[in-house]
């Protein structure tokens, strides 16, 4: 059963070496993420999944040990998935899709000591019912489960946002931002999958795999953070 989530966003830039003189510019939201993270440690999990989108090629699960970097954004650094020793059964696996690389940053700077940690990336273009029913997948695989769900809103908020200005954003961002700040399951599920991928919300899937696997769970939400300082959304909110 899901016990708690955390719901952080993504962006390689919440690493301050990548965001470098930018970095003061994201505190906010580092906090917020480190005080939902200190939710999930509170619940005391047997396993816990970092969830955040993939595309076809790095969809699917990740075994603790996996091992993700950031060279690809011009930083030296690299991370792993829980353990710091890779295990052997992680040795062979394709390296983390970046939304699961700065998860497991995130974790260690929280300095995770609890559960076990694996990772699951969920494909872009999943459908809301294959979104949930992976949610509910996950939420059985240990008596107590906690997520740390990564993902972005809306990149179409302003006009030097990634997708450019798109009028449709910021409503968008709205709905998701109060869905996930108060738990809402089916404003989850309602969420529109063809307006998130015109709007390059790719926080989308991994928020309605979130709302699957709390179906039943009687989890409270609570929004900890929400601006769109790049022209795109970033929410951070604690499930507990």
């Given at each position: 059963m899901l016990v708690a989530a955390a719901v952080c966003p993504c962006p390689p830039l919440l690493v301050p070496e990548v965001a470098a003189g930018a970095a003061p510019?994201?505190?906010?939201?580092?906090?917020?993420?480190?005080?939902?993270?200190?939710?999930?440690?509170?619940?005391?999990?047997?396993?816990?999944?970092?969830?955040?989108p993939g595309d076809g090629r790095s969809a699917g699960a990740y075994s603790a040990g996996a091992h993700g970097s950031l060279r690809g954004v011009g930083v030296d650094l690299d991370v792993t998935l829980g353990d710091a020793l890779r295990s052997a059964d992680a040795a062979?696996?394709?390296?983390?899709?970046?939304?699961?690389?700065?998860?497991?940053?995130?974790l260690r700077r929280a300095r995770w000591t609890g559960a076990p940690v694996e990772g699951l990336a969920v494909a872009e273009g999943a459908t809301a019912e294959e979104c949930a029913e992976a949610g509910r997948s996950?939420?059985?695989?240990?008596?107590?489960?906690?997520?740390?769900?990564?993902?972005?809103?809306?990149?179409?908020?302003?006009?030097?946002?990634?997708?450019?200005?798109?009028?449709?954003?910021?409503?968008?961002?709205?709905?998701?931002?109060?869905?996930?700040?108060?738990?809402?399951?089916?404003?989850l599920a309602a969420l529109d999958v063809t307006l998130a991928h015109e709007?390059?919300?790719?926080?989308?899937?991994?928020?309605?795999l979130l709302g699957g696997a709390a179906r039943g769970a009687g989890l409270a939400g609570r929004l900890l953070y929400e601006d769109a300082p790049y022209g795109v959304g970033y929410t951070v909110a604690a499930w507990s």
């Open positions: 510019e994201l505190d906010a939201a580092r906090d917020a993420c480190l005080d939902a993270v200190g939710v999930l440690a509170a619940s005391r999990p047997d396993l816990l999944v970092v969830v955040g062979s696996d394709r390296p983390l899709p970046q939304s699961l690389t700065v998860g497991g940053w995130l996950v939420a059985r695989r240990a008596e107590r489960v906690a997520l740390l769900v990564m993902g972005d809103g809306s990149a179409c908020r302003t006009l030097k946002a990634p997708g450019y200005l798109d009028e449709r954003a910021a409503a968008f961002d709205v709905r998701a931002t109060e869905a996930l700040g108060s738990a809402d399951l089916d404003a709007l390059k919300a790719a926080g989308r899937a991994p928020w309605q």
